[in-house]
């Protein structure tokens, strides 16, 4: 079975300052890990995946995320907060081949303070 | 970029009709899946489908819901008497199959907000 924990339902950060979100994830197979960002009454967005590849995954809006397997995390990160970064973020696992049967993780609404 | 489409973004009806919801998965995908998310929760995963029959469903799927590939583009869930506890956003999700390391991936929809009243 495969499950992710995210530490901190809410987060506020400061305009500027930096935004880290963490992420746990439990898996008997090597995982393939994501963050989606969920706007208001919206769909979800990849924001960036690693799949085995390189630790370190850059993805859209400034974001990026670093896969530690002997802390088993995923935590996403991005240096300056902007007001636009204000969304709710799921972490997720799934596992490598094509059957990608996903879970998510129960997702931090980041608020940005002006 | 291909995508997925689900129809309609939108859908109200009321308790103990049935609701048909609509997805085109991306054309070559083979693995199928419809996600639920009620209003402030988590996404939760209901039921997966591949070579037209339910490979994984979660004890969420029960008999009220049901799932059909009617075409060669469609991937459909009916939820045949809906409950309020229903209403929630319903994502639709397909990936390739298989094993392109470090490719595969679910591409989701838009998903639907279903409000039962």
């Known amino acids: 079975a495969q499950s992710v924990t995210q530490l901190g339902s809410h987060v506020s950060v400061s305009e500027g300052a930096l935004v880290l979100l963490r992420c746990n994830y439990s898996s008997s197979v090597p995982p393939y890990l994501f963050w989606y960002v969920q706007y208001p009454n919206q769909g979800l967005q990849l924001l960036l995946k690693y799949t085995s590849a390189a630790t370190l995954v850059k993805g859209i809006n400034g974001f990026e995320a670093e896969f530690k397997k002997s802390e088993t995390s995923f935590h996403l990160t991005k240096p300056s907060a902007h007001m636009s970064d204000a969304a709710e973020y799921f972490c997720a696992v799934s596992r490598s081949g094509g059957y990608q049967k996903v879970t998510f993780g129960i997702g931090t609404k980041l608020q940005v303070i002006p | 970029e291909p995508e997925v489409t689900q129809t309609p973004s939108h859908q109200v009806t009321q308790m103990g009709q049935e609701v048909i919801l609509r997805c085109v998965p991306i054309s070559n995908h083979l693995y199928f899946y419809w996600y639920r998310q009620i209003l402030g929760q988590k996404v939760e995963f209901l039921v997966s489908?591949?070579?037209?029959?339910?490979?994984?469903k979660s004890e969420i799927f029960d008999d009220q819901f049901s799932v059909e590939r009617p075409d060669g583009s469609n991937f459909t869930l009916k939820i045949r008497s809906t409950k309020l506890e229903d209403s929630a956003m319903y994502f639709c999700a397909s990936s390739e199959a298989g094993n392109r390391e470090g490719n595969t991936e679910a591409f989701f929809g838009q998903g639907t907000r279903l409000t039962v009243v």
């Open positions: 489908f591949y070579n037209n029959e339910i490979s994984e």
